[in-house]
Each structure stands twice: as structure tokens, then as C-alpha cells.
């Protein structure tokens, strides 16, 4: 299949980070968003990245100028009937992205792949709500999405061979790596990386050990980047329970139960960088 034109949608944190990188490797994308200051700061947000990237060498100012040409902004979902492929990045949640993927369903052309970038909910229930559920596919970046380099392409029970092999040949253009990941709850990266600081909530919980301890022992012992409270803080612990709730009950098994200081935090609004404290506080 020779894709020539994406629709991102959504463009807040992720779907402008998608669209941008869509834009820089040389397709031609439509970004779009229901809210236009989200749309007005997602493209914002592309320009300040790319004026970055020019002021460090990275980019040419002619490549800047390119990528800008190859973007344009819509708040029309119905310009979806000229792409091949979408890429949906709107919230988190099933009842909106069921609706927007019935809506997409109506609108594209039939060879049209249909991808998500959901990070935790079942592909294979979106798939089931279009006609088409062997294009539905997941395609789980991470953020950011311009620096970060691994794709999770996670295949619904529906999906076929050649939506894969597309959405994997598409990653590789984007300069990324892919792996193929089954859909089961919190995919790879979520069911790995959440039950790590769930646990180390839990030793701070128990009093085994202080929060800049834990982060210190998985820092300086185990040579992460960064400790699990750090990055849960980053995360939000918010989206940290709701993942944790996800593979709880996707799984059905007891060693994700969340633990009850996570769910402390997020009651009280503690959620993390973005709320000013977390298990740190910030500015
Ligand atoms: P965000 O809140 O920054 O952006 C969501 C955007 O969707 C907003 O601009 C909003 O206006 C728009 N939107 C909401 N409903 C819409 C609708 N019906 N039609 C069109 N636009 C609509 O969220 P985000 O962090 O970019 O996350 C988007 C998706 O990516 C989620 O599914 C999330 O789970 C997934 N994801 C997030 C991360 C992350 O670290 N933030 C990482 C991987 C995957």
C-alpha cells in the first residue's frame, strides 16, 4: 500500500508529537482536533520543537519549512475521507474513541487503516465497532514522541497480516523501531514498567525504605535512567492507578492490585509534576 496522506487525531501531548514526526518524514498530514485552542497549541507546540531542532543543527530551516508545509490543521473530522491511514491520540476513553472510530468507519475510503495510540484499553473492542476490524491496529507511542524511539504495533485479535506489515513498514519510515506486541491488558511496556513502581510505592508504603531511597537502590543499583517515584511523578499517578486498574482487572489476578497509598495520592490531587506534588514536590 503507497500511503501518501495520515490524519492524526487529537492534538494534544501525543497527537502533535505523531503529526510531527509523521510531517518530518515526508507524508502529508492532517491534524486534527474538535477543541481549536488545542489544535492552535498543538501546532504551536510542532513550531517551538522544530525551531529548536534548527537552532541545535539538528534540522535544516529548509527541512523546518517543509515539515510546516506538509501540516495543515483541520477541526473538520470529515477531511478523513483523503488519507489512508488515521492515527487516533485523543483521551483515554473507550466510549469517545468508540465513536470516533464508528465515525471514521463511515468516512474513509475502504482500504484506510484505522490505528490507535491508546496506551492501556483492548484494541479489539475498538476493532469490533467498525466494519473493518482487521485494519484497526495499535500503534503506542511514546512520549515524547519526536525524541522517544520504540513503537509498540499491537495486533487486535482481528487484525490481518498485511495491516501489520504496513503499520510496521510505517513505523520504520518514521525512523522508529517497532515491536509486535499482542493485544492483552497494558500491552508490553505498561504491564512491565507499572507493576516495577507499583511496587516500589508499596516499599514506601510498608516503611521499607523512604522515597529517595527506592529511587536511589533502582538508580544507582539497577543503572536506570531514573528512579520508579521520579518517573511515576512524571507519568502522573493518576494515569499510574488507572493502568494499575486496568491490568487489576483485565487480569483478573491479585499481584496488580494497586497499592492503597497510590490511590491516597490521587484522591487527595497529588498527582504527580503536573499537579505540583507527587511523591516529590515542584514549583
Ligand atoms: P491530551 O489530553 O494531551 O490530548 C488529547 C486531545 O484529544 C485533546 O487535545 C482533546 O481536545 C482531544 N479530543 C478529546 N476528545 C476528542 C474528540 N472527540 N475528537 C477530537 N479530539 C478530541 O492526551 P495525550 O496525553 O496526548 O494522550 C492521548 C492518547 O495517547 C491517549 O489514548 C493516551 O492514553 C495515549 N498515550 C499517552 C501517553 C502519554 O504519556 N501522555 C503515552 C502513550 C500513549
Known amino acids: 500500500m503507497d500511503i501518501k496522506n495520515i490524519m492524526v487525531i487529537g492534538a494534544g501531548q501525543m497527537g502533535s508529537g505523531i503529526a510531527q514526526v509523521c510531517a518530518q518524514a ?31 543543527e539538528r534540522i535544516t ?31 483515554e476513553n473507550m466510549a469517545v474513541k468508540k465513536e470516533i472510530f464508528t465515525k471514521l468507519d463511515e468516512l474513509t475510503p475502504d482500504h484506510t487503516i484505522l490505528a490507535t495510540n491508546t496506551s492501556s484499553l483492548p484494541i479489539t473492542e475498538i476493532a469490533a465497532v467498525t466494519k473493518r476490524p482487521e485494519k484497526v491496529i495499535g500503534m503506542h507511542f511514546m512520549n515524547p514522541v519526536p525524541v522517544m524511539k520504540l513503537v509498540e504495533v ?33 500491552f508490553v511496556a505498561n504491564r512491565v514498567l507499572m507493576p516495577m513502581i507499583n511496587e516500589a510505592i508499596y516499599t ?17 543499583g539497577m543503572n536506570h535512567p531514573m528512579g520508579p517515584l521520579t518517573l511515576a511523578d512524571f507519568i502522573g499517578l493518576d494515569t499510574c492507578l488507572y493502568i494499575m486498574e486496568v491490568l487489576y482487572e483485565g487480569f483478573g489476578d491479585s499481584k ?28
Request: proline residues 3%; aromatic residues 8%; hydrophobic residues 35%.
Open 26 to 56: 515526508g507524508y502529508q498530514v492532517l491534524l486534527y482536533d474538535k477543541n481549536t485552542t488545542a489544535l492552535e497549541n498543538g501546532i504551536a507546540s510542532i513550531q517551538k520543537l522544530l525551531t529548536r531542532a534548527v537552532e541545535k
Open 154 to 186: 499491537i495486533r487486535a485479535i482481528q487484525t490481518n497480516d498485511e495491516t501489520y506489515d504496513v503499520i510496521a513498514q510505517l513505523t520504520k519510515k518514521l525512523n522508529k523501531t517497532s515491536v509486535h506486541v499482542n493485544d492483552f491488558p497494558g
Open 61 to 91: 530551516k529548509e527541512a523546518k519549512v517543509a515539515t510546516l508545509d506538509r501540516l495543515q490543521p483541520t477541526d473538520r473530522i470529515q477531511d478523513a475521507e483523503q488519507v489512508d491511514i488515521v492515527i487516533e491520540a485523543v483521551i
Open 204 to 220: 514506601v508504603y510498608e516503611g521499607v525504605a523512604s522515597v529517595e531511597d527506592v529511587d536511589t537502590v533502582m538508580k544507582l
Open 256 to 283: 496488580y492490585r494497586p497499592c492503597p497509598l497510590l490511590r491516597q495520592y490521587v484522591q487527595a490531587g497529588w498527582y504527580g509534576k503536573k499537579s505540583g506534588r507527587g511523591f516529590y514536590t515542584y514549583e
